[in-house]
Nanobody
């Protein structure tokens, strides 16, 4: 089992920045991909950014140029630096570790961007 715990959400004005963190614990040696997903009110979960253990990253078009995902394998953490935030970035952000035989999710952290 793997537990994921997010932190760093909050309320910020448009144009501001936030840094989300995800700490993984448990049987983490099997985890390759980790990512940040979000769910806005009335919408489905969507990928924001993901990163492999080797450091290859992938971004949603809406995140490119504004968000940066990083990973520290030694500390079992994944971070999402979000700059130039927009009201449409308002959502609950989840840390996720998807795999062929598992699918771990954190409980989520609220990000609210005011205009």
């Amino acid at each position: 089992q793997v537990q994921l715990e997010e932190s760093g959400g909050g309320l910020v004005q448009a144009g501001g920045s936030l840094r989300l963190s995800c700490a993984a614990s448990g049987t983490i040696f099997s985890i390759n991909d980790m990512g940040w997903y979000r769910r806005a009110p009335g919408k489905r979960h969507e990928l924001v950014a993901s990163i492999t253990r080797a450091g290859r990253s992938n971004y949603a078009d809406s995140a490119k140029g504004r968000f940066t995902i990083t990973r520290d394998n030694a500390k079992n953490t994944v971070h999402l630096q979000m700059n130039s935030l927009k009201p449409e970035d308002t959502a609950v952000y989840y840390c996720r570790a998807p795999g062929p035989e598992y699918d771990y999710w954190g409980q989520g952290t609220q990000v609210t961007v005011s205009s």
